[in-house]
């Protein structure tokens, strides 16, 4: 594995405090390349927090590993959350899961990207085709189910804390909002 610096860190060190964490790591690392210090922490509107790690051979993307963090009632911090069971998304998914285009139109991707991930432009649906495959938000009875899908950039402070220095809104019918 690369050497991580401190978001790597930071991310592998709540995974592993988490149950069964290493033994997971171990599993996904069987899959294809994973670089923890690319790793996203994202809100989804209707799922809560997620890791994303892009999964890669050769440096072309060819999934994500998605990291639900299950909070806890009595979580003070998301680091006192547990990550739980990760997910695949196969690259084969990808024009038809809305998070997961969420994300590729994010600066989670451009950020991937710099850092030498291949995205094959194809994998990206159209906004047009992108809004007629996922249903409005609709709510009854002060229930609003959302398709939205929150980044959040962050960083660690100079104690170590995680800050989030940047939120995007990413889904179906809105822009990316600063």
Partial sequence: ???LDEVGKAFM?????SPNGEQQWKKLIHQ???SPNEVA?????????RYILPL???NALTGMVIFPIEVGENDKYLSESV??????IDKKEFKSTPFVQGVLRSSVSTKWQEKGVVIDEKLIVSQSDFTQFTPLSRGTGGVFPARYTLIAHNYL???GNAVISEMYIYGPSRREMP
Wanted: hydrophobic fraction near 40%; proline fraction near 3%; aromatic fraction near 10%.
């Fill in 157 to 159: 402070d100079y104690e």
């Fill in 56 to 58: 890669l051979k050769d």
């Fill in 13 to 17: 060190d709540h995974l592993l405090s």
């Fill in 41 to 49: 922490l994202v809100f989804q509107g209707n799922c809560g927090w």
């Fill in 32 to 34: 294809g390349d994973l």
């Fill in 1 to 3: 594995m690369e050497k």
């Fill in 83 to 88: 990550v739980d069971i990760p997910v695949i």
